[in-house]
C-alpha cells in the first residue's frame, strides 16, 4: 500500500465528520487571503475533499480542485457538479492547464506524502503553470523535530476550540491501532527544515519566504510563500494571515 492507496480507500485521519469539517473551514480561511483579486485562477493541488472549497471559490474567478485519489474526485465531482466556479480536474488534468494561466497554487498537506523526485517535479509543473503575479503556497510542512505525539496535542487543542473533543480522545486510541499508525511507521512522512524548503524552492527558481503562521490548525508545521523572479511579493495580502 502508498499514499494514494491510503487515502483512496477510507483513511481514518479525522477523528469525526466535525474534525473533518472544522479541518476544511480553517484551511480555506487560510488559503482565502492569498486569492490576490477576484479574476484570479486558483488550483488546489492534493485538495482532499474539499468540503468548503466554496469559501476559496468565492474570491476567485475559477478553482481548480485536483486530487491523486481515484475516490476523492468521484466525492468532489458530485459534491460541486454544477458550480459554476469550481472544477474538478481529471487525473491527467494538470498537464492541460495552460502555461502562466494560474494566479495562485495551493499544496497543504501533501509534501509529505511525496518522494523528492515527485515533489521536484511537482515544483517544476507549478513554475509552469504559475503566471507572472503568481504565487505558491505550500503549508503543513513538517520540521523534523515534530512527531506524533506533537500532533496529538495539537488535534486536542484544536478538538477543544471547536468542540468534538471527545471525539478526538477516541480517535487517538483508534489511530494508535489503526493501518494509519502502521502506514505511516513503513513509508514515512518527509520532514523538512526551514533551510531546505528555501533552498529547494530556490533550486526550482523561486523566490521564498517562510509565513509566520502555518496554513491549518497544527502551528508546530511551516508554510511558505514562493513567488517566480520578479513577482510582487504580496504585500497586505499574505499579511493579513499572519495575524
Known amino acids: 500500500m502508498n499514499w494514494v492507496d491510503y487515502w483512496n480507500g477510507k483513511p481514518t485521519i479525522y477523528v469525526s465528520a466535525r474534525h473533518q469539517q472544522a479541518h476544511d473551514a480553517v484551511v480555506a480561511a487560510c488559503i482565502a487571503p492569498f486569492v490576490a483579486d477576484a479574476s ?9 475533499d474539499a468540503t468548503r472549497a466554496h469559501l476559496v471559490a468565492e474570491r476567485s474567478a475559477k478553482l481548480l480542485l485536483w486530487d491523486a485519489a481515484p475516490s476523492v474526485r468521484q466525492r468532489l465531482s458530485e459534491r460541486y457538479a454544477g458550480h459554476g466556479k469550481i472544477t474538478v480536474l481529471s487525473p491527467d488534468g494538470l498537464a492541460g492547464i495552460e502555461a502562466g494561466s494560474i494566479d495562485l497554487i495551493t499544496v497543504i498537506s501533501v509534501i509529505q506524502y511525496l518522494q523528492p523526485s515527485e515533489l521536484s517535479e511537482l515544483l517544476t509543473n507549478c513554475q509552469r503553470m504559475l503566471s507572472p503575479r503568481g504565487a505558491l503556497i505550500i503549508g503543513d510542512v513538517i520540521p523534523p523535530d515534530v512527531g506524533m505525539v506533537h500532533d496529538a496535542w495539537a488535534l486536542l487543542s ?3 476550540r471547536e468542540g468534538f473533543l471527545p471525539a478526538a480522545v477516541t480517535g487517538l486510541i483508534k489511530t494508535a491501532f489503526s493501518d494509519y499508525r502502521t502506514i505511516r511507521s513503513k513509508l514515512q512522512l518527509k520532514t523538512y527544515s526551514q533551510s531546505e524548503i528555501v533552498q529547494l524552492l530556490s533550486s526550482h527558481g523561486y523566490a521564498a519566504r517562510r509565513l509566520d503562521r502555518n496554513l491549518g ?16 511579493s504580496g504585500g497586505a495580502v499574505g499579511d493579513r494571515l499572519k495575524r
Open 40 to 48: 484570479g485562477c486558483v488550483l488546489d493541488f492534493g485538495c482532499g
Open 217 to 232: 490548525h497544527n502551528q508546530r508545521r511551516m508554510a511558505f510563500e514562493a513567488r517566480l523572479p520578479g513577482a510582487g
Open 158 to 160: 484544536f478538538a477543544g
